[in-house]
């Protein structure tokens, strides 16, 4: 029932390991997005995907890269982590390109050690 | 650049009082704001949206209101119950595609029993 879901929850590691992160969403939205949240709580994009299309890179080191299968997933592929990765990483899905109304995962906490 | 920033960190209230959590924003151009509640362990969850041609936005026991003058945003809970304890963001779009939503800093609310 869960409209987006994301896996892991928790996802431990250590430095230079590489990872990824899971995200489907069961809404029928068109548009995708990974968030990263720190430890102060603030909230930043960093890439959107429509229709399987990769929309918005927020400068984010290529160490990073997404991956849209289909519309209705979008999983985050992390190389060589580094400590400043630690945070928590939020999936979302949005009905149109316009980002309005944004459902979010219950997000991915990942500590990179 | 864009700015979207909240007054104060933290927000303690009674139960059965009103909420007010202010936020304010830079971007003279946003036309479409949105609030979100996020709980402990979980993702943002929306509260109530508004865009830029009204001025106050009513829910069930939330109400937002938008002065685009000085570039203010509220979300006023009334009867606030420990619930509604959370952390709370405003965010901002300008809509068009590709566009995206930047939130501000959270605010902690805090309801006393």
């Known amino acids: 029932d869960t409209a987006v879901s994301q896996t892991p929850k928790y996802l431990v590691t250590q430095m230079g390991n590489d990872k990824s992160i899971k995200c489907e969403q069961n809404l029928g939205h068109d548009t995708m997005y990974w968030y990263k949240q720190d430890s102060k709580k603030f909230l930043k994009i960093m890439f959107s995907y429509n229709n399987k299309e990769l929309i918005i890179n927020e400068t984010v080191p290529n160490r990073f890269s997404p991956k849209s299968p289909d519309k209705a997933h979008l999983n985050l592929h992390i190389n060589s982590l580094e400590l400043g990765d630690s945070a928590v990483y939020f999936c979302?899905?949005?009905?149109?390109?316009?980002?309005?109304?944004?459902?979010f995962g219950s997000g991915t906490q990942l500590s990179v050690l | 650049g864009e700015n979207v920033g909240l007054h104060l960190p933290t927000l303690s209230v009674q139960e059965g009082d009103n909420s007010i959590i202010n936020c304010a924003y830079s971007n003279s151009a946003s036309d479409y704001f949105i609030w979100y509640k996020q709980e402990s362990g979980k993702g943002p969850q929306f509260i109530i949206d508004i865009r830029s041609n009204m001025d106050k936005r009513q829910g069930q026991r939330v109400t937002v209101l938008l002065n685009k003058t000085v570039k203010h945003l509220s979300l006023q809970i009334a009867a606030t119950q420990p619930g509604d304890s959370a952390v709370y963001f405003c965010a901002e779009n300008i809509s068009g595609a590709n566009s995206k939503l930047t939130f501000g800093k959270g605010i902690t609310l805090s309801v006393r029993p």
């Open positions: 979302a899905s949005s009905q149109s390109g316009d980002a309005e109304k944004l459902f």
